[in-house]
Structures are given as C-alpha cells and as structure tokens.
Nanobody, 124 residues
Framework: QVQLVESGGGLVQAGGSLRLSCGASGRTFNIYGMGWFRQAPGKERSFVARISWGGRSTYYTDSVKGRFTISRDNAKNTLYLQMNSLKPEDTAVYYC?????????????????WGQGTQVTVSS
C-alpha cells in the first residue's frame, strides 16, 4: 500500500505560479512511476504529466508543455509539479498517483494508488 497526500493548491491570478507537492508513505516510493492528473468541473479526469521511478524520464500533455515541470525527490518520498504561467483553463482538482509501471503511464487505469486531490483555481 502507498498513501499519497497532495498539498500546495490554492487561488492564483492568471500568469502566476504554484508548486504542488505529493507526499508518499507506505511501500518504497522509488519503485513507482508517478503521475499528475486533473479534473475540471464537469469534465473527466485527464493526464497532466508523468515521471519515471528514477526521475530521468518525463512526459507532459501538450497543453502544459513549457509551463509545468514534474520532478521527484526519492530521498524525501515526494513528488512535485511546478506550474508556471497559469491560465484559467488550468483550474481543476489536481491528483497525484503511483503506478507499478516504473515509467508511469498516460492512462489513469495504470495507476494503483491515488491522493485525495488539491484544488487549483486560476482567476482571469
């Protein structure tokens, strides 16, 4: 079992920045591929970014490329999402997730453990 807890969400103006954190406890964190997903009101949950177990491989959905950066610190059992140049369309609940696939996945079906989510609201 892996327990995940997100933090760092909040209200920010368009063009601003936020850094989300996801703390992990339980089984060894560094064997899991990790991902960030988001769910906007009235929409399905969608993929944002993923990172491999060692942090060397990352992948982003097109809409956040160049603005968001996913990273991890295995020594601290923590996953991060640095979000810059935020837009109102980035408003959503953001979830971190852990996958037994060591490189992660773009599909939420491939993730075994989920956090409770943190709200990000970007005002125009």
């Amino acid at each position: 079992q892996v327990q995940l807890v997100e933090s760092g969400g909040g209200l920010v103006q368009a063009g601003g920045s936020l850094r989300l954190s996801c703390g992990a406890s339980g089984r060894t964190f560094n064997i899991y591929g990790m991902g960030w997903f988001r769910q906007a009101p009235g929409k399905e949950r969608s993929f944002v970014a993923r990172i491999s177990w060692g942090g060397r491989s990352t992948y982003y959905t097109d809409s956040v490329k160049g603005r968001f950066t996913i990273s991890r610190d295995n020594a601290k059992n923590t996953l991060y999402l640095q979000m810059n140049s935020l837009k109102p369309e980035d408003t959503a609940v953001y979830y971190c997730a852990a996958s037994q696939n060591p490189i992660g996945s773009n599909s939420d079906y491939d993730y075994n453990y989920w956090g409770q989510g943190t709200q990000v609201t970007v005002s125009s």
